[in-house]
């Protein structure tokens, strides 16, 4: 398959990925449609199914919007690509700090995170100042924000309030701001065909994600103990290891449409399925302390964003990690 997809052009690329991507989310989309027509007479046997397909409904919406961002990304132009990005991150931003209650005197601080710092780290990636853009919020940034904080003179739970904005911002500007940052790497043979690598890292995280979630449901079945019960019922480290192991192997089957050759596609793959896996079970944890089981409520986003972090936290952990792989392993 790696030299099969090696040999085609980006078009002929482009065309392959297009039909197999959407024929399996168009088949899975059928599959659970049937299995959603299955009727139980036990009304707790029924309820679970009801939640199962839910989830499974979850995912594959999920998927879908994941995949939808890339073909964006890939006929988009540079701009339209960083406002793109840019607005999921105001909106994941938004979603977050909905849920953390704030006080007069954030107030500043919240016009600088949406205002300031998020266009400001968008535009360092549209003109590819990397050094900068890796080191602009986890330094500046994080100096900025509490000494505006505390010039609004409010002392009040200051250091959770300040924690809880500068975590925000490392999730949902930082970590999402990496993944347009992927189209701007400039690999030896490999002009024009940047979006791949956006695809690669969509396919292999949510590969990791789905078989987790597949193989930790069948799990629970079978009452084996999760790893983190408090924080999460469905982490399972068999479960963890078969997303890992899943996901790894797509990446190293697509290598084809990147600039890696198998091992290196595996590696990255490995790296990036591990922190986008690990990053959702730290925003579980998250969503335990603010009392909440998703970020969506019923029928509809906790803040009217569409519970996007619930898509989006492993893409954003995992996209920085990826990046930085690369971009070290490849002296770029």
């Known amino acids: 398959m790696y030299q099969t997809l090696k040999n085609l052009t980006p078009a ?23 299995r959603s027509m299955r009727e139980f007479a036990d009304p707790q046997r029924a309820q679970q199914h ?23 990304a890939w006929l988009a132009g540079d701009v339209s690509r960083l406002v793109l ?16 209650p704030t006080r007069r ?25 990397f050094n900068l853009f890796t080191v602009f919020i986890p330094v500046y940034v994080f100096l900025a924000i509490p000494v505006v904080s505390a010039l609004a003179n409010d002392p009040t739970h200051f250091l959770e309030r300040n924690a809880k904005l500068q975590w925000g911002i490392m999730v949902c500007i930082y970590g999402m701001s990496h993944v347009p940052a992927l189209l701007l790497l400039k690999f030896p043979r490999y002009d024009q065909r940047n979006a791949f690598l956006l695809l690669f890292l969509v396919l292999v995280v949510q590969t990791c994600m789905v078989t987790q979630h597949l193989v930790a449901r069948r799990l629970m079945q079978l009452n084996k103990p999760a790893a983190a019960p408090l924080v999460s019922q469905s982490f399972i480290w068999r479960a963890w290891w078969s997303g890992m192991v899943a996901g ?8 084809g449409i990147t600039p890696f050759v198998p091992g290196q596609a595996f590696a990255l793959s490995f790296i990036a399925c591990g922190a986008g896996s690990l ?47 690369a971009r070290w392993y490849f002296g770029l």
């Open 12 to 34: 002929q690329q482009i065309g392959a990925m297009f039909v197999i991507v959407f024929g399996l989310l168009l088949l899975a989309g059928l599959a659970l449609f049937l």
């Open 85 to 100: 990005f840019g607005l999921g991150s105001f909106f994941a931003l938004r979603e977050f700090l909905t849920l953390s």
């Open 248 to 255: 790894s192997l797509l990446g190293a089957l697509l290598a």
């Open 50 to 72: 009801r939640d199962e397909i839910d989830n499974l409904t979850q995912l594959l919406k999920t998927s879908w919007l994941l995949v939808f961002v890339f073909w964006v």
């Open 279 to 325: 990053g959702h079970l730290v925003m579980k944890a998250l969503k335990r302390d603010r009392g909440i089981p998703i970020w969506r409520g019923e029928g509809r986003g906790v803040t009217g964003a569409g519970g996007m972090l619930d898509r989006i936290d492993a893409l954003c952990f995992a996209a920085p990690v990826f990046f930085h792989s």
């Open 105 to 129: 005197g954030d107030h500043r601080s919240l016009v600088l995170a949406f205002f300031v710092v998020l266009p400001f780290q968008y535009w360092l990636v549209g003109t590819a100042h």
